[in-house]
């Protein structure tokens, strides 16, 4: 694993990426460069087919880009065999979809905790901060203004969605994951509860000292954010015209 | 890729699967152990259980007439003597006592004698063929040869020949009521081969 | 990872319980078979011991056997006395039972027999008979009967008992006027003596007393006029024949199967146990795989039902994968799941096993005179068990490595 280019304030640095299906012609992704910093929040969007997806595949370690150097975190996750990328995953992102977030036959801290029986460095940070995984379960949920004490008790399948996305950002939150990868997480929530939905992720996120890299094909979010990236601008794969094939 | 793995997967399961089922229905009592005497095992024949200068009267009914037949079947008492003796003629089979404990290996056929709860045997007869039991003439008492195993024995083919290992011994004793005959102390059970 | 593969049973144990509750039944199918058929097997094998040669009219030998030794079926023709007593008297000869068949009693049969029949009867073990309580017979109209008997008719010593000619279970004409008395009651057998009714040579011949003719004559005779009687046999149906020397069996048996004097058939009592014993052991042999096959089928379904619920659950397997969870826990996962539903379906059908012995184990000993002992599964049994528990632990491996394969193939991306 090379430091060489390492910059110990990015957290997500990409470089020359590119993404084919095996058997395809043309690569899905095709990016020359992209950096997130450390703390930032930041917007990415692009419609669908845009290549997002792939994108954050990508950066989360689940697919492999076809060529180029992926460093996330300060790792080089594209050199990373099969295994040591899930445990890269696991320490080192939180991840919220756009719903369905949550197993159905646990209970909505056992949900919650779920991170820190698969990731050791996200439960030591957790116990270090709550003392017990428990209480670190309630003042995750406290602050997304979810009365812990009902819901602890409370079947996953009885929240409303709303509340049900509030309980994966805790999720994503718990042991303090450097990097917040959060999937279209507002497309199910009503307009107005959008703006606090994402004011609550980003309070918690901060303090947690956590990125946030947020992906939408909604435009109207991203005056929230410090950085609005177009994926469309930046994805050279993704130009209309369907003629023009980059060689890899 | 995937669905000729799983093929795999699943054939190999289902053949553990029948295995140990399959384990679970047979089960086979065989080996008693040899005790400390470690003899030499002897492979005899049956024409060994007979005495070697030993020659086996005819059966005089067969040289006898029609006539002289009717006569002795006349029922009186004369006539009943004389059968009598004529049969313990017939019947003599003498036994070869040097064979007396030595541990032998002998190939027979199986007639059951008793069995145990389970259908394994407990005691049987070995003779040189089969159908001593039915219509063809009984072999002599000293072709057949008494067998005790140690333990019930289970054997799946009752009618096909076997090998039978263990210590004979030879009863000298003879009285009125019984002739001698052989007993094998039988430690193995093993199917016969022919060896070609 | 124990706790979250309880947590997801639990949550979908609707759809789980039932194929659980196939391989319940199947267990307990395959459990209860096997025991019922090691039992039948150990009564049928243990009916007659120590016995060298059975004599009866020349029939076939199975069927000498049957009538003789089970009860079931009747002889054509009996052995005349004279040569019931020339047998005995052979000098190869150590002992002799004449037994004589075709009455009975409420639906029991009645076996006209001497006092041998306590002395040199073996069976199982070489046990003898035992009697319980009161003594044999002794009077001409003395009866001593199997247990069975005497639970089932609710029967004490000294107890009149009326016996009926035929062998029908219910008596047309009676001999009402000459009752028999219970003088004892046997010990149980777990062979057909238990189902008997055993009086003496002479009894069957008072009984018969006025049958000559083939139907019951009008005079009546009294019972004392009866005993004052000559009551010798003139016929048995079979003999029971032990001898000095067991390996005087062949010549003996050719002996008999030759006498001129009249038409007889000597067996040898386990060469025709082993010629019956062929013809059931193919049906036994069936039943065992019939229940077998039905196991596999039991975990089959297990199998299927995990495997179908495996679509509905990638949405849960990418959550998990999401929230970093390895492949390989995922593999856990559904292996634990497996594993302790067949565990559960395996120890369930043990108990329906033994709720099925304890429930039906009366019925089965009046009907069948089988009595199933109720313990701890023998050799057999536990080995049955282990391998259906081995069994389901690798199919269920299946799913399990399908559930990997996909969230390997999937990772997060399982857009719904």
């Known amino acids: 694993m090379s430091d060489s280019a390492i910059n110990s304030t990015s957290i997500i640095e990409l470089e020359s990426v590119k993404f084919v299906w095996p058997g395809a012609n043309t690569p899905v992704l095709d990016l020359d460069e992209l950096t997130v910093y450390r703390g930032e929040r930041v917007f990415l969007r692009g419609a669908s087919g845009s290549g997002k997806t792939t994108l954050l595949n990508i950066v989360a370690a689940v697919l492999q880009a076809s060529s180029g150097t992926t460093v996330v975190n300060g790792i080089d996750v594209g050199a990373l065999p099969n295994h040591k990328r899930d445990r890269f995953r696991a320490d080192t992102i939180g991840y919220i979809f756009q719903q369905f977030n949550l197993l159905p036959f646990l209970s909505v801290s056992d949900n919650v905790s779920l991170p820190c029986r698969f990731s050791a460095p996200r439960k030591r940070r957790a116990l270090a901060l709550g003392g017990s995984i428990d209480s670190e379960c309630q003042r995750l949920l406290e602050a997304m203004q979810l009365s812990s004490e009902a819901m602890t008790k409370t079947c996953v399948t009885q929240l409303s969605v709303g509340q049900q996305q509030r309980v994966a950002v805790a999720r994503a939150l718990i042991g303090s994951p450097p990097l917040i990868i959060a999937d279209e997480p507002t497309s199910a929530l009503d307009n107005d509860t959008r703006g606090a939905f994402i004011n609550l992720l980003f309070a918690e996120a901060c303090k947690a000292g956590s990125t946030v890299l947020f992906v939408s094909h909604d435009e109207s979010l991203a005056g929230h954010f410090d950085r609005t990236i177009e994926l469309s601008s930046i994805n050279k794969a993704s130009a209309a015209d369907s003629a023009s094939l980059t060689r890899c | 890729m995937k669905k000729s793995r799983f093929l795999s997967a699943s054939v190999v399961n289902i053949a553990i699967m029948l295995g140990v089922l399959s384990l679970a229905g047979c089960k086979k009592v065989d080996d008693v152990d040899v005790s400390e005497n470690i003899t030499t095992l002897t492979e005899i024949t049956w024409d060994e259980l007979i005495p070697a200068d030993f020659e086996q009267p005819e059966n005089p009914f067969e040289t006898m007439s029609q006539d002289e037949i009717d006569k002795l079947m006349d029922g009186s008492e004369e006539s009943k003597a004389i059968i009598e003796q004529l049969e313990k003629e017939f019947y003599y089979a003498p036994t070869v006592d040097k064979l007396d404990g030595m541990r032998v290996k002998l190939p027979a056929y199986i007639t059951p004698l008793e069995f145990d709860g389970q259908m394994k045997l407990e005691e049987f007869l070995l003779v040189p063929y089969l159908g001593a039991c039915m219509h063809t003439p009984p072999p002599p008492s000293n072709q057949i040869v008494h067998a005790t195993p140690s333990e019930a024995v289970e054997v799946d083919d009752m009618y096909s020949p076997v090998w039978a290992i263990g210590r004979l011994r030879v009863d000298t004793k003879k009285s009125a009521l019984a002739e001698a005959g052989y007993q094998l102390e039988l430690e193995d059970i093993e199917p016969y081969k022919r060896l070609q | ?416």
């Open chain 3, 1 to 416: 990872m124990l706790t979250l593969a309880w947590q997801s049973l639990r949550n979908r144990w609707g759809t789980v319980l039932l194929a659980t509750l196939a391989v319940a039944v199947s267990v307990s199918l395959i459990l209860t078979v096997e025991k019922i058929r090691h039992e039948a097997r150990n009564s049928f094998a243990q009916t007659v011991s120590g016995t060298d040669l059975i004599v009866g009219a020349r029939s076939g030998s199975i069927q000498l056997l049957l009538y003789s030794v089970f009860r079931i079926g009747n002889a054509t023709n009996n052995i005349s006395w004279e040569t019931a007593k020339e047998i005995e008297q052979r000098d190869a000869v150590k002992w002799t039972i004449p037994i004589s068949l075709g009455d009975s009693h409420r639906g029991y049969r009645v076996v006209g027999t001497t006092q041998d029949i306590f002395t040199q009867f073996r069976y199982g073990n070489d046990q003898a008979l035992r009697i319980a309580s009161g003594r044999a017979f002794d009077d001409v109209f003395d009866a001593v009967v199997g247990s069975e008997v005497a639970k089932a008719l609710e029967y004490a010593i000294g107890q009149p008992i009326v016996i009926g000619h035929g062998t029908g279970s219910v008596s047309l004409v009676k001999h009402d006027e000459r009752p028999f008395r219970i003088s004892g009651i046997l010990a149980p057998t777990g062979t057909p003596v238990d189902r008997s009714v055993h009086i003496s040579l002479a009894g069957i011949e008072a009984m018969h007393v006025d049958w000559q003719s083939g139907r019951q004559s009008s005079d009546e005779l009294s019972v004392d006029a009866i005993r004052e009687m000559d009551l010798t046999p003139k016929a048995v149906t079979a003999l029971m024949v032990g001898l000095n020397s067991r390996a005087a069996v062949f010549r003996e048996q050719r002996s008999i199967n030759t006498y001129r004097e009249e038409p007889l058939l000597a067996i040898l009592p386990a060469v025709a146990l082993q010629e019956l014993w062929s013809l059931i052991g193919v049906a036994e042999k069936a039943l065992f795989f019939i229940s077998m096959s039905v196991v596999v089928a039991g975990l089959v379904n297990l199998v299927s039902v995990l495997l179908a619920s495996l679509g509905e659950r990638r949405r849960e397997m990418a959550i998990l994968r999401a929230t970093g969870a390895r492949p390989i826990h995922v593999f856990t996962l559904l292996g634990l799941e497996s594993t302790g539903l067949t565990i559960l379906g395996v120890a369930s059908g043990l108990l329906l096993h033994y709720i099925i012995l304890l429930s039906s184990g009366w019925w089965i000993s009046e009907n069948y005179g089988l009595v199933i002992p109720v313990g701890i599964p023998d050799a057999q049994g536990l080995r049955i068990l282990l391998g259906v528990l081995l069994a389901g632990i690798l199919a269920g491996l299946i799913p399990a490595f399908a559930a990997y394969r996909t969230s390997l193939a999937d990772g997060m991306t399982q857009k719904l």
